[in-house]
């Protein structure tokens, strides 16, 4: 098969190019907008690109910072048939490092992150905007290395202080402060398309959530696909004031299914689709996917950075590719 493969400084590239494909068998895993991995991971990225921004503006530069160790902590909640309310709140734990100055000049480290952590929950779950508890533990402290031999202060303790972006050394010579390996395989199957494609369809802006107040956006899927088959377990959350009775949350779970339904039939035509919807619900004794704020971030579920969803990224294998994720739907 052919292979181009090439040195870029002391990087090795190698690309596969005409690949045989994967065997048709795949699985893929999916979480949705709301949930509390997919939250952490956005909201980290949201938080970089804050900073960066200010210090390019400020200084012309990006300066060192690293917010991808973030955390979120489940607050608690009250819910009831046509109500609810935040009975705790979200802690965000803001973990990681980030220069608090150049040259002098102060940058206002907490003052943007702040910001954006408010900003970021007032449109993704505007009822958890209000009970947040937003902890800082942001630290400048020099990377190892700086060692001590004499009165000069090493160049690494200006890591996270530098006196100008000249002490910034990646400026004039490519370099790395750590190893790591990328893969990555395209195009996506039908299925894989066809997950990424429902799980948005519930969990973010679509004629569905659009005309379906009550739908969460906390939605996760797990699904087999064997070129013929499609079995798909999936979970989707109800908003509490939205609903007025149990009758009625059982009556938009089949919405849920029959959208479903129509989907496949659109996106994976001739194939046979099974789903299954909330597997955990006992709705004879109200045990149910119905949540206040659409996520399971209000009742104690954590997010954790590298545990959700990336900008374009999911859980998949196919084939030969085979390796599980974390644990399936609820």
Not at 17 to 29: C, H, N
Not at 143 to 170: H, N, Q, Y
Not at 195 to 204: I, P
């Amino acid at each position: 098969m052919p292979r181009t493969s090439t040195i870029i400084g002391n990087s090795h590239l190698v690309i596969d190019t005409a690949m045989a494909s994967p065997d048709v068998t795949a699985i893929v895993e999916r979480k949705g907008l709301g949930h509390p991995d997919t939250l952490a991971d956005h909201l980290a990225e949201r938080l970089s690109r804050a900073y960066s921004h200010h210090t390019v503006a400020r200084f012309g530069a990006v300066l060192h910072h690293n917010f991808d160790k973030l955390a979120l902590l489940g607050g608690a909640s009250e819910v009831r048939y046509g109500a609810g309310r935040m009975t705790a709140p979200v802690r965000v734990l803001v973990n990681g490092r980030a220069a608090p100055m150049c040259g002098g000049e102060r940058i206002p480290v907490e003052e943007i992150v702040e910001a954006e952590v408010r900003a970021f929950f007032a449109e993704r779950l505007p009822e958890v905007s209000d009970h947040l508890d937003i902890v800082f533990n942001i630290t400048s402290n020099s990377s190892p290395g700086a060692v001590l031999t004499g009165d000069e202060v090493p160049d690494r303790t200006r890591w996270f202080s530098p006196r100008s972006i000249e002490d910034l050394r990646e400026r004039r010579v490519r370099l790395s402060n750590d190893t790591s390996l990328g893969t990555g395989w395209a195009p996506e199957n039908v299925f894989e398309s066809f997950v990424r494609e429902l799980v948005n369809h519930f969990s973010g802006e679509s004629e569905f959530t659009r005309t379906h107040a009550w739908c969460g956006s906390d939605v996760k899927l797990m699904g087999f696909w064997d070129g013929e088959q499609a079995d798909v377990v999936l979970c989707v959350p109800q908003k509490s004031r939205f609903v007025a009775s149990r009758a009625e949350y059982v009556r938009n779970a089949e919405s849920v299914l029959a959208e479903c339904h129509r989907l496949a039939a659109l996106q994976l035509p001739g194939a046979e689709a099974r789903f299954r919807l909330n597997a955990r619900d006992v709705p004879e004794k109200d045990e149910l996917y119905l949540t206040y704020t659409g996520s399971s971030i209000e009742s104690g579920d954590e997010g954790v950075v590298g545990r959700g969803n990336r900008v374009n990224s999911y859980p998949s294998v196919a084939g030969a590719r085979l390796t599980m994720s974390d644990s399936g739907p609820r």
